[in-house]
């Protein structure tokens, strides 16, 4: 027997809560996710994929960034709210003049983003559970 039977014959069951956690993202890859949560979801997503710098990147090329930022600041803890603010004025420091005190401090926000993601998972998974299947 080989690895793939062995997993096909054992068949894992998800829990309720990671069905739910698999639908919430799929809602999102939609365009079908709640408001403020599709943005806290794009949050979370650009930043694990190239920080704030691509987060603002990504989503002024798509979207309305003002209008996700505001969307994000009715939903992260107030400590990420301000580091969400110091990475845009960081950002915009970088796109005036290529500035090394600007790329540091986006540095800064990136760590402590991902110092607090915890907290924004914490935040997604009320939202899941509140998702029906």
């Known amino acids: 027997m080989g690895l793939f039977d062995f997993f096909k014959k054992k068949r894992v069951r998800l829990t309720e809560k990671e069905l739910k956690w698999n639908k919430m993202w799929e809602l999102w890859a939609e365009e079908q996710a709640d408001s403020p949560y599709a943005?806290?979801?794009?949050?979370q997503s650009e930043i694990n994929n190239g920080g704030h710098a691509q987060y603002f990147d990504n989503v002024s090329s798509i979207s309305d960034?003002?209008?996700?930022?505001?969307?994000?600041e009715t939903v992260l803890p107030s400590q990420l709210k301000g580091t969400l603010k110091k990475a845009y004025e960081a950002y915009l420091a970088?796109?005036?003049?290529d500035n090394?005190?600007?790329e540091a401090i986006l540095e800064q926000c990136d760590d402590m983003f991902y110092?607090?993601?915890e907290e924004i998972n914490r935040i997604l998974e009320e939202y899941a559970?509140?998702?029906k299947l």
Not at 39 to 43: A, D, K, N, S, V
């Open 65 to 72: 960034l003002q209008k996700e930022m505001s969307s994000l």
């Open 100 to 102: 090394e005190k600007a």
């Open 94 to 97: 970088l796109e005036e003049n």
């Open 129 to 131: 559970a509140k998702i």
């Open 39 to 43: 943005e806290l979801m794009t949050y």
């Open 115 to 117: 110092e607090n993601e």
